[in-house]
């Protein structure tokens, strides 16, 4: 009943910036903590940052003073603001979220993912 929609994501040259989106819908009774997953060619996937409901937030280290993660709960969407985006950046993005379903408990969700090619 739930899903996760990643959009924003695109081709920038070395430099740019990108703003992705995660969209939640269905019956949502209310969101939790929120990440942001990449996965490049032969890597593993790995959290690139994360937001809980109380608004904390925590960056990997390689993106650190780049990346912003925020979250509008009347949206039920969050987002992640890409500054100085750099070659390394390139992979497939993905949205996580612990959500809380009407009438039932809280499941996690996957978005599809969206693509973000940065190039030299």
């Known amino acids: 009943q739930v899903q996760l929609v990643e959009s924003g994501g695109g081709l920038v040259q070395a430099g740019g910036s990108l703003r992705l989106s995660c969209a939640a819908s269905?019956?949502?009774?209310?969101?939790?903590?929120v990440g942001w997953y990449r996965q490049a060619p032969g890597k593993q996937r790995e959290l690139v940052a994360a937001i809980t409901a109380g608004r904390r937030t925590n960056y990997a280290d390689s993106v650190k003073g780049r990346f912003t993660i925020s979250r509008d709960n009347a949206k039920n969407t969050v987002y992640l603001q890409m500054n100085s985006l750099e070659p390394e950046d390139t992979a497939v993005y993905y949205c996580n979220a612990d959500i809380i379903v009407v009438g039932g408990f809280e499941n996690n969700y996957w978005g599809q993912g969206t693509q973000v090619i940065v190039s030299s």
């Open positions: 269905g019956s949502i009774f209310d969101i939790n903590a």
